[in-house]
């Protein structure tokens, strides 16, 4: 099951709370409404949200002390901050950034762009984290000392392959398309094009050598990283 990014709305006009809730719901998000600041706490407290949507203007604590509160704490330090705010209120902007948001819109805002905002700061606060050891096949990577070996081989990456090949292997037999794994391993460079994982991807396999074919291609969806090609090494089999 794919987990929908959960997202907080902070908005005290129940309209554009309602109507926000229902485009983030078939833009493929759960949207978790509140209508002010305690109750918004009350949900930070139970479960925390992906991300935030917060109205500047609520009754009560503003949605810039609120911003800054949930910077100030550990719980809530890294959680990314959508500001809404009133068109053509510069100043707000400027001190909703100073006090921890991520980013703001303005109202009235399109749903497409109020998604695609929301997508980007997820983007920016997700990439993938680079922790642990894994293995595939007889390929091991460990990313507390950056080395990677291959039947006991150690092979040289560069940052981004290296990068690339931590996630392809932490999610192997898996298909992952262009554009996902942009998401998941440039994270915050939204703007660069796909054909750039074509050209990891090629400097990946070639670095790899002999384990190069355990990154496949598949045809109109993507890459794959597979360890079932590398499972009976001919050198292995060919006593028994
Ligand atoms: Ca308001």
Excluded at 59 to 81: D, Y
Excluded at 161 to 172: A, I, P, V
Excluded at 174 to 198: A, C, N, Q
Aim: glycine share 8%; net charge neutral; aromatic share 4%.
């Amino acid at each position: 099951m794919k987990h929908l990014p959960r997202v907080l709305i902070v908005e005290d006009e129940p309209a554009i709370a309602e109507l926000i809730q229902v485009n983030l719901k078939h833009g493929g998000f759960t949207p978790v409404l509140a209508y002010d600041s305690v109750a918004a706490q009350r949900e930070l407290d139970a479960v925390l949200p992906d991300v935030i949507l917060l109205d500047w203007m609520l009754p009560g604590q503003s949605g810039l002390s609120l911003a800054r509160h949930w910077r100030r704490q550990e719980r809530t330090r890294s959680i990314p901050i959508l500001m809404l705010t009133a068109r053509g209120d510069e100043p707000d902007k400027v001190a909703g950034l100073d006090a921890g948001a991520d980013d703001y819109i303005t109202k009235p805002f399109s749903t497409q762009e109020l998604l695609a905002r929301i997508r980007a700061v997820l983007r920016r606060r997700a990439p993938e984290a680079v922790s642990d050891s894994v293995s595939v096949g007889a390929l091991v990577l460990d990313a507390a000392t950056h080395r990677i070996s291959y039947r006991g081989q150690d092979i040289k990456l560069g940052p981004t392959e290296f990068k690339l090949l931590n996630y392809l292997m932490k999610h192997s037999e898996r298909v992952h398309s262009r554009s996902s794994l942009l998401d998941k391993v440039w994270g915050d460079h939204v703007f660069i094009e796909e054909r750039t994982v074509d050209v990891h991807v090629k400097r990946l396999r070639e670095a790899l050598g002999a384990a190069g074919t355990m990154v496949e291609t598949v045809r109109g969806a993507g890459y794959r990283l597979t360890g079932v090609a590398a499972k009976i090494p001919a050198a292995a089999s060919a006593g028994s």
